[in-house]
């Protein structure tokens, strides 16, 4: 019987896939949260060599603490019922959290270090513990213990980096995160209890996917808010209206290429296979590099259409080709998962942009951003001429197929 106290958490197989409106608000504070970081981003403009640098880690690293609390959020929905006033209570106080850092994002590196890292542990070693307690005497809740021991074990080092001096902060909450992040991929493991395999996880795979594509779709707005916002508060020029209509162009660009086949079906992808929670974890890592993607290369719109002719400078490379270049590598490892092939339209795309790389160095940000464009045009047409007259392909991951005679869920 104790195995049943506390099930009434789990997610029951009649649960609806859809994300809730409870969800759909909570991803309301990391719209300002990838507002915040597209900003950080873009005060890196006329930096060069080892500011640059140091700056774009500074921000990816508050980038990637959003990233793994937003992730572990949507894990949780996806296994326990969000319709449950506990999970309701997490959500609500994630997204509290959340909104905190975001609000220290800015200056999260000086005078605000120690609200957005007070705020980050919270949810990380708290959010746990009161999951932990909810089960009560249920198998399951030996997950959410192991995911509250290895967050005390960062803690220190997120402390000491908050407490201490600028110089320290970047190094010690790098060191920090990469525990975290190392956690989740070695499955927590403790002495004696051993390690929670995520791969192995029971989840609703519908419900995750939904989750992935509405945070991509949130990324691609607010790369769309940016358009909007830098040009309207620019003087109107032809050369200003002409690099906002490539910018939304390249948006539109991104969109298609990601929901065209492998995109759409990564829903019907996470219902086939054996082992949901091991393809789950595999498009979790991929859509990181999606979002990010597409948050950098909003860096460039906002830059294009800034100075549309301006000089190049390094900067602008790293976001107006790099954000593309990086955008591909995630799709491409979607293809792979969902379809256990490699696109040749997104290599041709990739090698494009590298071998026009040395070129558009000496470009000016409007021409760099305008061969973009046409790059991502051509890889969408070679995708539609491929599937062109064919029968919808099926999803095919070799990710997650393993025997169901090992596909149990082992938290117990």
């Given at each position: 019987?104790?195995?049943?106290?506390?099930?009434?958490?789990?997610?029951?197989?009649?649960?609806?896939?859809?994300?809730?409106?409870?969800?759909?608000?909570?991803?309301?504070?990391?719209?300002?949260?990838?507002?915040?970081?597209?900003?950080?981003?873009?005060d890196l403009?006329?930096?060069?060599?080892?500011?640059?640098?140091?700056?774009?880690?500074?921000?990816?690293?508050?980038?990637?603490?959003?990233?793994?609390?937003?992730?572990?959020?949507?894990?949780?929905?996806?296994?326990?019922?969000?319709?449950?006033?506990?999970?309701?209570?997490?959500?609500?106080?994630?997204?509290?959290?959340?909104?905190?850092?975001?609000?220290?994002?800015?200056?999260?590196?000086?005078?605000?270090?120690?609200?957005?890292?007070?705020?980050?542990?919270?949810?990380?070693?708290?959010?746990?513990?009161?999951?932990?307690?909810?089960?009560?005497?249920?198998?399951?809740?030996?997950?959410?213990?192991?995911?509250?021991?290895?967050?005390?074990?960062?803690?220190?080092?997120?402390?000491?980096?908050?407490?201490?001096?600028?110089?320290?902060?970047?190094?010690?909450?790098?060191?920090?995160?990469?525990?975290?992040?190392?956690?989740?991929?070695?499955?927590?493991?403790?002495?004696?209890?051993?390690?929670?395999?995520?791969?192995?996880?029971?989840?609703?795979?519908?419900?995750?996917?939904?989750?992935?594509?509405?945070?991509?779709?949130?990324?691609?707005?607010?790369?769309?808010?940016?358009?909007?916002?830098?040009?309207?508060?620019?003087?109107?020029?032809?050369?200003?209206?002409?690099?906002?209509?490539?910018?939304?162009?390249?948006?539109?660009?991104?969109?298609?290429?990601?929901?065209?086949?492998?995109?759409?079906?990564?829903?019907?992808?996470?219902?086939?296979?054996?082992?949901?929670?091991?393809?789950?974890?595999?498009?979790?890592?991929?859509?990181?590099?999606?979002?990010?993607?597409?948050?950098?290369?909003?860096?460039?719109?906002?830059?294009?259409?800034?100075?549309p002719f301006?000089?190049?400078?390094?900067?602008?490379?790293?976001?107006?080709?790099?954000?593309?270049?990086?955008?591909?590598?995630?799709?491409?490892?979607?293809?792979?998962?969902?379809?256990?092939?490699?696109?040749?339209?997104?290599?041709?795309?990739?090698?494009?942009?590298?071998?026009?790389?040395?070129?558009?160095?000496?470009?000016?940000?409007?021409?760099?951003?305008?061969?973009?464009?046409?790059?991502?045009?051509?890889?969408?047409?070679?995708?539609g001429l491929?599937?062109?007259?064919?029968?919808?392909?099926?999803?095919?991951?070799?990710?997650?197929?393993?025997?169901?005679?090992?596909?149990?869920?082992?938290?117990?």
């Amino acid at each position: 019987m104790a195995a049943g106290r506390g099930a009434e958490l789990l997610r029951p197989p009649t649960s609806s896939g859809r994300a809730t409106f409870l969800e759909l608000f909570f991803d309301l504070a990391f719209v300002v949260a990838l507002t915040r970081v597209s900003q950080s981003f873009a005060d890196l403009g006329d930096d060069t060599g080892w500011a640059l640098a140091t700056g774009f880690g500074r921000t990816l690293l508050l980038f990637l603490a959003l990233w793994l609390i937003w992730s572990h959020t949507a894990w949780i929905t996806s296994r326990y019922e969000p319709e449950q006033p506990i999970i309701q209570a997490v959500v609500v106080g994630t997204m509290f959290a959340g909104l905190i850092m975001a609000v220290a994002l800015p200056r999260a590196m000086q005078e605000r270090a120690l609200p957005f890292a007070i705020a980050y542990l919270t949810v990380m070693v708290l959010r746990p513990l009161v999951i932990a307690v909810a089960l009560r005497g249920h198998p399951r809740r030996l997950v959410p213990i192991r995911l509250a021991v290895w967050a005390l074990a960062s803690t220190p080092l997120w402390l000491a980096g908050a407490f201490g001096p600028d110089r320290v902060r970047l190094p010690l909450w790098a060191a920090a995160l990469g525990v975290d992040y190392l956690a989740w991929a070695l499955g927590w493991p403790l002495p004696r209890l051993g390690a929670s395999q995520v791969g192995r996880w029971r989840i609703a795979g519908t419900h995750l996917a939904d989750r992935y594509q509405q945070m991509f779709l949130i990324a691609l707005g607010e790369s769309i808010l940016v358009i909007g916002v830098v040009f309207s508060g620019r003087d109107y020029s032809d050369l200003r209206a002409a690099a906002f209509a490539v910018a939304f162009a390249t948006s539109a660009l991104l969109w298609r290429i990601y929901f065209h086949r492998a995109g759409l079906l990564l829903t019907d992808a996470l219902e086939r296979v054996v082992l949901p929670g091991r393809l789950g974890a595999a498009s979790e890592r991929t859509h990181l590099l999606i979002v990010l993607s597409v948050l950098v290369t909003s860096v460039g719109y906002e830059l294009v259409i800034d100075d549309p002719f301006g000089e190049p400078r390094p900067s602008w490379l790293l976001f107006v080709v790099g954000g593309p270049m990086l955008f591909l590598v995630g799709r491409m490892r979607l293809e792979y998962e969902i379809f256990g092939r490699r696109s040749r339209s997104h290599l041709i795309g990739l090698a494009a942009l590298l071998l026009s790389t040395p070129a558009s160095a000496l470009w000016a940000p409007m021409v760099g951003l305008s061969v973009v464009a046409g790059v991502l045009a051509v890889v969408a047409l070679l995708d539609g001429l491929r599937n062109r007259g064919r029968p919808l392909d099926g999803p095919a991951s070799p990710v997650g197929r393993e025997e169901a005679s090992g596909a149990g869920d082992v938290e117990a």
